[in-house]
């Protein structure tokens, strides 16, 4: 909690404490002096300020949120804070500082970020319910019900237990505890801040742990959140208490840097202005240095730093075309590096991060990276959703958005983001699994945009396959889905997507499709993960059926099919067209004789009315449905697996599994595709060999409507040009 922070103002270097990092940060458009915070909060304990004027200790306060919010009432502030400082005095920090310091600062760091009022109005208050007699009904009473759920929500958040055992479950009751409010999440951001940059005289056991909480909870979220200000000051703070050795070396590398007597980055500038003022584009050009960690990386990745890497240049303007325009000056003017190029204005990252990122070449070879954007985007940038106000308020002007994925997009602040998290942790089978899952996500520092036929986005992790955009897409309706195609080609569920790819996905009939265990072995968001996880944990039958039932197919293939070659697509590409555990094979057409028994036809016969069939029974009470001369049946006799009475029901539906030859020419696969989606066949899964001597064997699995329309189906895959044959598959024998 709050009370275990200590100084308000950094004390020097002592064994085991943590100074301030000396972290480079953007110049400020109007420079402000540092705040004496214990001399404020000195002044608000012991001075006779008048109850009926705002007091001077929040002067710095009110200045910093005038910068932002010039019309703002000030009365709810003036009034929060003679409540906190009356219901604080006495009380006192560890340093031996008055506690009110405390919540000025927290308050102070969110009205330089851009808060609005009543976000500040709730940091003032955010520990008057849990340190003293202040009830939630008078903060209620005095200052509304939404002032009163933000404290509620900070208080919560402070009686989380944040220990390394209950890790996960600490995470939980933290999404619960903020409920669909980001406001919440960003008092706790500045909170942990303030109580970060004073750690100093905490045993060295406490500031590890609190810095590895922060570490693995806080500052994920402020990332999410695109609060970039406050992540990467607690980065630093974070990397000075968990690795003092790197640290030590890095702020000596800084510090070296800031004493050279030449600074491209200064020089680069200077010519940007230059060539601005000649193109006759206002700009302003900073130079933003890197912080500790992002030098830390860059020396890494890098080795031997240059001047250019310690920091970059920045361009701001006044409208988006404006970024454009700079960037083809500086592209015709200067040498571009073209594979540093990047575009987040028209593709924003998840946080709403926009800004186009390219870089120049100097003559001796170091490269400067260039950041332009506008005023406003810096402002997101730096605040995230802190700049962006009150959630439940409308945005103005913005439509509603199509899809939750657009929807995320357009403001995280709005509570569909939080909502989905809520929903995730509700919907784990555990909050271990819940944890494990949302720290893979969290862990995830790039972002990748794939977009649906109709033109619509969907954002990603990068890494994600097809089954995350499915899942992204349709929520738990994705359990039908049966594959893909990317970029116009039939692709495995499992493919691994890029940015920009296009992704169609291609959805069963079936309403009560099941979702494949395999599929979470390919699943890398929260979303996708939870949905399969819920599924199978809700339905341990199927679970288990599915897993005896692959041992069993897979048996049952090795000893009755001969070995095929590797498969691919006609034009060279790896891994099967479509997988076969994209879907489970639908027999709700086939009666048998073990009431209430899952039914499934076998994947090696794939029996069609009106085949003459059998059934076996198999661990997990499903039964398995094969034709009576497939070469697996007598397998299992011999084995003395019993057989089990099925028939065909009323219905005429079918799934059945066809061959085609043909010889290899261009678009073959997504001509013969489209002849057989015209025939009303839902391909379920396919196989496409490498091509031998200019020909290619093509087997599809498909689901009919009407076994009657099987023929027909066959006619027109045989009158896809370049297709000399086509025949159902046939059981083999044993040595066939």
Not at 516 to 541: D, G, V
Not at 664 to 675: G, W, Y
Request: hydrophobic letters at 40%; aromatic letters at 4%; charged letters at 25%.
């Amino acid at each position: 909690m709050s009370a275990e922070a200590t100084n308000s103002v950094t004390p020097g270097p002592m064994p085991g404490a943590v100074s301030s990092p000396v972290t480079p940060t953007a110049p400020r458009r109007k420079a402000r002096p540092r705040i004496d915070l214990r001399r404020l909060g000195r002044a608000a304990l012991l001075g006779s300020a008048a109850r009926d004027r705002l007091p001077d200790a929040i002067s710095h306060v009110v200045e910093a949120h005038r910068a932002h919010h010039p019309d703002a009432d000030l009365e709810p502030l003036r009034h929060a804070y003679v409540l906190a400082e009356s219901s604080h005095r006495g009380q006192m920090r560890k340093s031996g500082e008055p506690y009110i310091t405390h919540p000025l600062a927290v308050t102070l760091i969110l009205a330089e970020l851009g808060a609005e009022t009543t976000t500040l109005t709730a940091s003032l208050l955010h520990d008057t319910v849990e340190d003293t007699d202040v009830t939630l009904d008078q903060v209620r009473d005095q200052f509304g019900e939404e002032v009163r759920y933000l404290v509620d929500g900070v208080t919560k958040l402070e009686k989380v237990d944040y220990g390394a055992a209950a890790e996960s479950e600490t995470f939980r009751k933290m999404l619960v505890a903020t409920g669909n409010d980001v406001r919440v999440m960003s008092i706790k951001l500045a909170d942990r801040l303030h109580n970060m940059r004073t750690l100093g005289v905490m045993r060295p056991e406490k500031q590890e742990r609190i810095a590895k909480v922060t570490r693995d909870v806080l500052i994920p979220l402020a990332e999410r959140l695109g609060v970039q200000a406050l992540k990467t000051e607690l980065e630093d703070l974070v990397f000075a208490i968990l690795h003092p050795d790197e640290y030590a070396h890095t702020r000596e590398l800084i510090v070296r840097n800031a004493a050279r007597d030449d600074d491209p980055l200064a020089e680069v500038a200077d010519e940007v202005r230059a060539v601005l003022r000649e193109a006759g584009l206002p700009a302003e050009v900073l130079i933003r240095p890197r912080h500790f960690v992002s030098v830390h990386r860059v020396s890494r990745k890098r080795g031997r730093l240059r001047g250019s890497d310690f920091g970059r240049v920045l361009v701001l303007v006044n409208e988006d075309a404006d970024c454009y325009g700079v960037l083809g000056e500086l592209h015709t003017c200067m040498t571009p590096v073209v594979s540093e190029f990047k575009d987040f204005i028209a593709v924003p990252k998840f946080n709403l991060y926009q800004s186009l990122h390219t870089a120049v070449a100097r003559e001796n070879g170091q490269v400067v990276e260039v950041l332009i954007r506008t005023h406003q985007m810096h402002k997101v940038a730096e605040a995230g959703v802190v700049a962006l106000g009150n959630p439940y308020a409308p945005a103005p002007d913005a439509p509603a958005p199509d899809d939750p994925a657009d929807g995320e997009r357009v403001d995280p602040t709005r509570p569909g983001w939080l909502s989905r998290l809520l929903d995730w942790q509700e919907a784990a089978p555990d909050p271990d699994h819940f944890w494990s899952t949302l720290r893979e996500d969290l862990a995830q520092d790039r972002e990748i945009t794939v977009f649906r036929p109709d033109g619509g986005t969907i954002g990603l992790p990068d890494g994600a396959t097809c089954v995350d955009a499915a899942y992204a897409q349709y929520g738990e309706d994705a359990h039908a889905c049966i594959g893909a195609r990317v970029n116009g080609r039939l692709a495995t569920l499992s493919t691994v997507l890029k940015d920009g790819d296009t992704v169609q996905l291609l959805m069963g009939q079936d309403p009560a499709s099941e979702p494949s265990r395999e599929w979470l072995e390919h699943a890398h968001t929260p979303a996708a993960r939870i949905a399969i996880q819920r599924w199978l944990t809700a339905h341990p039958a199927q679970a288990e059926a599915q897993r005896t039932e692959a041992r069993e197919d897979q048996q049952a293939e090795e000893r009755a099919v001969a070995p095929r070659p590797a498969t691919g697509d006609a034009s060279g590409t790896d891994g099967p067209a479509l997988e076969q555990t994209s879907a489970r094979p639908a027999a709700g057409h086939v009666l048998a004789d073990l009431p209430d028994a899952t039914v499934r036809l076998a994947g090696c016969c794939t029996p069609v009315p009106p085949d003459e069939i059998t059934g076996f029974s198999v661990r997990g009470g499903a039964v398995t449905v094969h034709r009576v001369e497939c070469a697996a049946v007598a397998r299992m006799k011999d084995a003395g697996r019993p057989e089990v009475g099925v028939r065909w029901g009323d219905t005429t539906e079918c799934r059945v599994t066809l061959v085609a030859e043909s010889f290899v020419r261009p678009h073959l696969l997504a001509d013969l595709t489209e002849a057989m989606a015209l025939e009303g066949a839902e391909i379920v899964s396919a196989t496409v060999e490498p091509p031998t001597q200019q020909q290619v064997r093509h087997t599809y699995t498909v689901q009919l409507p009407d076994a009657a329309h099987l023929p027909a189906l066959m006619r027109a895959m045989r009158n896809v040009a370049g297709v000399y044959d086509v025949s159902r598959a046939q059981p083999q024998t044993q040595g066939g």
